[in-house]
């Protein structure tokens, strides 16, 4: 694996560590596994996915839970674990591209199995798009955006410690650089304002409400 993929799969398991019940973090995990081509993580992570999912009555994300899923299994080559999953996930969305090209590529397959001698393809071209799909840069862009809400939440702890034990100063360049990494991170401008107001710069603070 190299360096920048193994930071990545670092970065996705911080994250689903923390929201190990939301269907979304999962299953965005799980097809961070199966771009790295580690189809066990991945199907653990889409497991969890689909079972919050389905608990949670979220039938646009238990559609891509399945889809992932399925994904999963077809890479490990558990042909009928696919299948079903992508006929489940075409019964809540008929007409879906990718769950319709992986059952097509699964349909009628044995766990392990080639296909059938002389069948001919029922989807051609439907394992390129598979492929390209775990190679999509929306994922990539996803889980650049993980990096930095993981760097930012490290900076953000470092300030909390420090206005803990009364040094809201020190707490400024954490959250300085929390919010460098991820200018989004609203609890990050909240305890800025909590650290100019202790030291008297309440206009800064107000900036920061």
Do not use: F
Request: hydrophobic share 45%.
């Amino acid at each position: 694996m190299d360096r920048k993929l193994e930071t990545l799969t670092k970065v996705t398991e911080e994250v689903a560590a923390r929201h190990p019940d939301s269907p979304r973090v999962r299953d965005a995990a799980a097809r961070q596994a199966l771009q790295a081509r580690d189809w066990e993580r991945g199907m653990r992570h889409a497991d969890a996915a689909v079972e919050k999912a389905a608990a949670a009555g979220d039938k646009a994300v238990l559609v891509d839970a399945l889809r992932t899923r399925a994904a999963a299994a077809w890479h490990a080559q558990d042909y009928p674990k696919a299948e079903a999953d992508a006929k489940c996930g075409l019964e809540l969305k008929p007409g879906d591209d990718r769950l319709n090209g992986i059952y097509q590529l699964s349909k009628g397959r044995g766990r392990g199995a080639a296909p059938a001698a002389g069948a001919p393809s029922s989807a051609p071209g439907a394992e390129a798009k598979l492929v390209s799909w775990l190679d999509d840069p929306r994922l990539r862009e996803a889980g650049a955006r993980a990096t930095a809400r993981v760097e930012a939440l490290k900076h953000l702890e470092e300030a909390r410690r420090r206005l803990g034990v009364g040094d809201p100063r020190g707490a400024l360049a954490p959250l300085d650089a929390a919010l460098g990494a991820d200018p989004l991170l609203s609890d990050a401008y909240m305890h800025r304002a909590l650290a100019w107001s202790a030291i008297g710069e309440l206009a800064k603070a107000l900036i920061d409400v």
